[in-house]
């Protein structure tokens, strides 16, 4: 496989998910201690759901926070992913929980949503941000097919601060990561790309910045596991009568 120096970034993170779907959803246990379903727990009780709320899960990847959506809200959710292996992993786990009427998973981009404006109440992106090619792009994208009163959630990697933790997160990521996507997924450069795309990517106040940048408002950023991830919550602005 070529590595991101020599394509466009959007057509290698579309081979990179596109072979890892099979391992994906053992990785991310691995990766996250299985951490990653206390976040999306936690970001749950603060997007506060009601029963006919209905949302757009972008990047949904094997639908895991789709299917939380789904089984909170009676509401239809869609899932959007540009990865054809992830969608297909995605639906049969939507499938076997019998949630197929009341969720609707579409291969599209990111950055062109299918969607009219003010479509729905809520517009989800999770670990999907820093891989995108533009996320100030994909942010106002999912600020406009959000109703006025709605909101775009990110729940994404972030970057900690404080030492010596900080040290010894940069060392797992780039050092230990790789590794253990090697030895559980058979793919040592596909795992070490995930944590370069950290680098370049907001930290926490400046994503914070960039929701309130682009109109969002009532912006919200909480630290998750001293600072690993970052949850960030911004306001589509309801206009006056």
């Known amino acids: 496989m070529s590595n991101s120096t020599s394509e466009p970034k959007e057509q290698f993170v579309h081979s990179v998910f596109e072979s890892i779907a099979p391992k994906y959803d053992r990785m991310n246990d691995i990766i996250s201690f299985r951490r990653h379903k206390a976040w999306r727990k936690f970001t749950m009780a603060k997007m506060k759901m009601s029963p006919e709320d209905t ?19 009676g509401g239809h959710i869609t899932g959007l992913d540009f990865s054809e292996n992830m969608l297909q992993f995605g639906s049969r786990k939507v499938n076997e929980l019998g949630l197929g009427d009341r969720i609707s998973l579409v291969q599209g981009n990111a950055m062109a949503l299918p969607f009219e404006d003010n479509t729905f109440h809520y517009a989800t992106i999770g670990f999907g941000l820093r891989n995108v090619p533009d996320l100030h792009q994909v942010l106002r994208e999912m600020q406009r097919v959000v109703k006025p009163g709605g909101m775009v959630v990110c729940l994404e990697l972030s970057k900690p601060t404080w030492q010596p933790f900080k040290g010894i997160y940069y060392f797992y990521f780039k050092k230990v990561l790789p590794l253990l996507g090697k030895l559980f997924a058979k793919r040592y450069e596909q795992y070490k790309w ?11 106040e400046e994503l914070a910045q960039i929701f309130r940048d682009i109109g969002l408002k009532k912006v919200e950023a909480y630290p998750l596991t001293g600072g690993v991830v970052a949850l960030h919550i911004g306001t589509k602005e309801t206009p006056y009568a």
């Open 194 to 204: 995930l944590p370069d795309s950290l680098s370049a990517f907001p930290g926490r």
């Open 55 to 73: 949302a757009i899960d972008l990047c949904c990847g094997t639908c895991d926070w789709t299917i939380s959506m789904a089984q909170t809200s």
